[in-house]
């Protein structure tokens, strides 16, 4: 609180019995430019200190009263000052009073030692400025926490509507699609995932399937797997349409993620690794976009190898081209495709010997989500240091076995 010119106002109770010495320690404390209120006793006293708490009390008080006043200034969390005033010059009667909770002691008549006087309220009056400083910078620590406290509210309701939206765009689980058995995973590590797949027929012979990592965390790289999402569907409709095919080949695939991410001015590129399956031809056409581990191949009875290739990441050329690979798939198979958290989770040190897990884990019959899953003990991580993205294939030849199917 200020004055009108500006200056710090002081407000000063006195608490006196004697109505004579009341009034004048006002006076003198008025001419000083402190406002005062005064009082008998403490009774009368107390609806002025509970509506408007004073910045300094002067009080003849006996100690058994001082030291109830400074509980009660205590119990308020108020740092307001009490000078004792006694008309005595016992040291006992210093020392009670001092020790019952009073910051300083002046002898009655108080008028009369106006240096004594003067030199109390100079000292009090840092102690006053430093309490209403630290009131302050409380006050503004309380509002920036609770301006803080709502922001985070919001933030996290909207990310749970984020997420909502991105489990609503993910695709079916266990899903038949284009004579394969399609399942997946999704595990963030924040309320937003920067992972994404998707799978879906492209024609009655051909399924595409991706699974893609963009950059960073949070809304930013959730938005992208918006515009993944939105690219894939748009250029399905265009398929269906016959305006153009660039989903039916992975490398053009890519240079439209590519374009559009450019488009977008995020800075932000994805990872990717997309494969269109023809069951009809028995191959399996793919391109990668940077994304590691590869994809896992798996034949039934046979071999069991990470597949091969290499590109750019999506979303940082202007004009980067993508190499298109093939491979046959002659004999029933299973194809489960990561992202990089996967590698996270598993216990072992190296590069190598956490592929080699993978590899280990699928060549032992672990084709599915679920059977994966439990081998990593996902379910059982509440903190995942990077988003998990899974996606099994499994030739439909297969799914009517029971015992492949793990």
């Not at 030692?113 to 003067?118: M, R, S």
């Not at 046979?302 to 491979?327: D, M």
Request: hydrophobic share 40%; charged share 30%; aromatic share 6%.
């Amino acid at each position: 609180m200020t004055s009108r010119n500006g200056r710090l106002l002081i407000r000063i109770l006195i608490i006196d019995s004697d109505e004579k010495a009341r009034a004048d320690l006002a006076r003198y404390l008025e001419t000083r430019g402190f406002y005062v209120s005064g009082y008998r006793d403490l009774a009368s006293a107390s609806d002025m200190i509970n509506d408007n708490m004073p910045d300094v009390i002067f009080a003849d008080l006996p100690p058994s009263e001082i030291e109830g006043l400074a509980d009660r200034l205590e119990e308020s969390e108020s740092l307001t000052p009490i000078v004792a005033c006694s008309a005595t010059q016992s040291s006992k009667d210093v020392v009670d009073a001092l020790r019952a909770g009073a910051s300083d002691f002046v002898l009655k008549p108080c008028g009369k030692d106006k240096k004594a006087i003067g030199d109390v309220i100079r000292k009090l009056l840092d102690r006053v400025r430093l309490g209403r400083l630290n009131q302050l910078y409380r006050q503004e620590l309380e509002d920036a926490n609770r301006d803080l406290r709502d922001g985070i509210a919001e933030l996290r309701a909207d990310q749970r509507a984020g997420r909502k939206v991105q489990l609503r765009m993910l695709p079916e689980k266990e899903q038949l699609t284009g004579g394969l058995y399609v399942d997946h995973l999704i595990k963030p590590s924040l309320y937003l995932s920067g992972d994404f797949l998707d799978y879906f027929p492209l024609t009655e012979d051909k399924t595409l399937v991706y699974i893609a990592d963009v950059s960073g965390h949070g809304a930013s790289s959730a938005f992208v797997t918006v515009l993944l999402k939105n690219l894939s569907n748009r250029l399905q409709r265009n398929l269906r349409r016959g305006s153009t095919d660039d989903i039916l080949y992975p490398d053009r695939f890519l240079e439209r993620i590519n374009s559009e991410l450019l488009d977008t001015g995020l800075g932000k590129h994805v990872t990717i690794f997309v494969g269109i399956i023809s069951l009809n031809e028995r191959k399996l056409t793919y391109s990668v976009g940077a994304h590691f581990p590869m994809p896992v191949l798996s034949f039934e009875g046979g071999e069991t190898a990470f597949l091969e290739g290499s590109g750019l990441p999506v979303g940082l050329f202007e004009s980067p081209k993508w190499e298109v690979y093939e491979v046959p798939l002659d004999k029933p198979f299973h194809l489960i495709l990561f992202s990089d958290g996967i590698l996270e989770v598993i216990r072992q040190k190296s590069l190598d010997e956490k592929e080699q897990r993978l590899l280990e884990l699928v060549s032992g019959g672990r084709h599915t989500v679920a059977s994966l899953s439990e081998a990593l003990n996902l379910d059982e991580i509440t903190e995942l240091p990077d988003d998990i993205g899974i996606v099994t294939v499994t030739d439909t030849v297969l799914v009517s076995d029971n015992t492949s199917m793990k």
